[in-house]
């Protein structure tokens, strides 16, 4: 049963009718459980209390199914508005976003110029930008982009999925960059040709980039909610004398609030993701797909 609504939320997750429809609504049937807010100014009061009891964040203005130049061109003004809403607002926050909203999928150049306005403006307010890693389709390219992009920005990040064969190898090449990586497990559904298809086997290719990547020397964020894997990132750096400062623990706003205040209060950097927006049910329905048993909190509200 667990499969058959992880696919069917997965498959729903793409489905452009319903995201339109989902717009015309706002954020019903529990949705605000995960999202922030339709505005920035909602999102940034989100991310003040997150900021109050030690939490830092990342803010996302969801983006998707961007088909013209006119919409990639919103979508970046959009991303520069919020690096000035968080500097205007004096919140902790880093800013991440996702390349096909900027373009990627009408014109690469046109989404490489668009990366290279939102990273100068990140820089002006000494801020960080993570490009979020999307499907397998998307992956060598937005690796190709990040690696030019890290010729002239030392404030980008990428995220790799551990779930895919590929992102060992990616990780060792991205070591010649010193990247800053988000390493997570993956939530895409995707074919047993290109992902391990067992969660076991993707746990322990998930532990080994960790360590792969921490051995480096590299800044390791940790994005994860499974309690076994953040113990065995504390384990690794007491183990090999990696400092707090090199690495950071993840999570997704509104999933685990007692497990990140906790670690907060054992003195570990936790951040926050926190998409906001109109264009929320893709994210939304993705959530749903990755932990079925958030679709229960979902029925509460809809019947309420």
């Given at each position: 049963?667990?499969?058959?609504?992880?696919?069917?939320?997965?498959?729903?997750a793409?489905?452009?009718?319903?995201?339109?429809?989902?717009?015309?609504?706002?954020?019903?049937?529990?949705?605000?459980?995960?999202?922030a807010?339709?505005?920035?100014?909602?999102?940034?009061?989100?991310?003040?209390?997150?900021?109050r009891?030690?939490?830092?964040?990342?803010?996302?203005?969801?983006?998707?199914?961007?088909?013209?130049?006119?919409?990639?061109?919103?979508?970046t003004?959009?991303?520069?508005?919020?690096?000035?809403?968080?500097?205007?607002?004096?919140?902790?926050?880093?800013?991440?976003?996702?390349?096909?909203?900027?373009?990627?999928?009408?014109?690469?150049?046109?989404?490489?110029?668009?990366?290279?306005?939102?990273?100068?403006?990140?820089?002006?307010?000494?801020?960080?930008v993570?490009?979020?890693?999307?499907?397998?389709?998307?992956?060598?390219?937005?690796?190709?982009i990040?690696?030019?992009?890290?010729?002239?920005?030392?404030?980008?990040?990428?995220?790799?999925?551990a779930?895919?064969?590929?992102?060992?190898?990616?990780?060792?090449?991205?070591?010649?960059?010193?990247?800053?990586?988000?390493?997570?497990?993956?939530?895409?559904?995707?074919?047993?040709?290109?992902?391990?298809?067992?969660?076991?086997?993707?746990?322990?290719n998930?532990?080994?980039?960790?360590?792969?990547?921490?051995?480096?020397?590299n800044?390791?964020?940790?994005?994860?909610?499974?309690?076994?894997?953040?113990?065995?990132?504390?384990?690794?750096?007491?183990?090999?004398?990696?400092?707090?400062?090199q690495?950071?623990?993840?999570?997704?706003?509104?999933?685990?609030?007692?497990?990140?205040?906790?670690?907060?209060?054992?003195?570990?950097?936790?951040?926050?993701?926190?998409?906001?927006?109109?264009?929320?049910?893709?994210?939304?329905?993705?959530r749903?797909?990755?932990?079925?048993?958030?679709?229960?909190?979902?029925?509460?509200?809809?019947?309420?």
């Amino acid at each position: 049963m667990e499969v058959v609504l992880r696919n069917f939320f997965q498959a729903l997750a793409k489905n452009t009718t319903a995201n339109q429809m989902a717009k015309k609504y706002g954020l019903r049937f529990g949705a605000s459980r995960f999202v922030a807010g339709i505005t920035i100014d909602e999102a940034v009061k989100s991310v003040n209390i997150l900021n109050r009891d030690g939490r830092v964040a990342t803010l996302d203005h969801l983006g998707e199914f961007i088909s013209t130049r006119e919409e990639a061109l919103e979508s970046t003004r959009m991303c520069i508005e919020t690096l000035e809403a968080i500097a205007d607002s004096g919140i902790k926050s880093n800013l991440s976003l996702k390349m096909t909203s900027l373009g990627l999928d009408i014109d690469k150049q046109l989404c490489v110029d668009n990366m290279v306005q939102i990273l100068e403006c990140a820089r002006r307010y000494n801020n960080f930008v993570r490009i979020d890693m999307e499907d397998y389709a998307h992956c060598e390219v937005s690796i190709d982009i990040y690696r030019e992009l890290r010729k002239s920005f030392d404030n980008v990040g990428i995220v790799l999925q551990a779930y895919l064969y590929r992102t060992e190898q990616d990780v060792a090449e991205l070591n010649q960059c010193n990247a800053n990586l988000r390493l997570v497990k993956g939530a895409y559904k995707e074919s047993s040709k290109v992902a391990f298809p067992d969660k076991k086997d993707v746990d322990e290719n998930y532990k080994k980039l960790i360590s792969q990547h921490l051995e480096n020397g590299n800044y390791t964020a940790v994005a994860t909610h499974d309690e076994a894997i953040i113990q065995y990132v504390k384990d690794e750096a007491r183990q090999k004398g990696y400092g707090r400062d090199q690495f950071e623990f993840q999570m997704l706003y509104g999933i685990a609030e007692d497990l990140q205040k906790r670690l907060v209060k054992e003195g570990y950097k936790v951040r926050v993701y926190v998409p906001y927006g109109r264009d929320w049910f893709g994210y939304n329905m993705r959530r749903l797909a990755e932990r079925p048993a958030n679709v229960w909190f979902v029925l509460k509200n809809f019947f309420k």
